[in-house]
């Protein structure tokens, strides 16, 4: 069982960045994957960035050029750097990892990005 705890969120004006965290309390060097999702109001969760084991990075559209992904598997560790922050980037983000059909989830972390 590995419970993930994410930090960093908050209120941010239009433009500016972010760095969120999730951390892990156990190994995640096993994961498959690292994700970030979000949760607008009134809106489905949204898978926003992945990386890999082998350190390969997907982003949804809406958010590439803007935001980074990174694990740090001896920390047990994964951040999302957000830069450029839009309105439209406003919502609950979550962290999940996965592995061999089990996934782990955190109770996410309030971005809200005013105009």
């Known amino acids: 069982q ?10 941010v004006q239009a ?11 156990g190994s995640i060097s096993s994961m498959n994957t690292m994700d970030w999702y979000r949760q ?12 890999t084991g082998g350190g390969r990075r997907n982003y949804a559209a809406s958010v590439k050029g803007r935001f980074t992904i990174s694990r740090d598997n001896a920390k047990n560790t994964v951040a999302l750097q957000m830069n450029s922050l839009k309105p439209e980037d406003t919502g ?3 962290c ?5 059909g089990i996934d782990y989830w955190g109770q996410g972390t ?6």
Do not use: F, H
Not at 4 to 10: R, T
Not at 15 to 25: D, Q, Y
Not at 40 to 51: D, F, S
């Open 15 to 25: 433009g500016g960045s972010l760095r969120l965290s999730c951390a892990a309390s």
């Open 92 to 94: 609950v983000y979550y």
């Open 110 to 115: 309030q971005v809200t990005v005013s105009s």
């Open 96 to 100: 999940r990892a996965y592995r061999r």
């Open 40 to 51: 607008a109001p009134g809106k489905q969760r949204e898978l926003v960035a992945t990386i």
């Open 2 to 11: 590995v419970q993930l705890v994410e930090s960093g969120g908050g209120l």
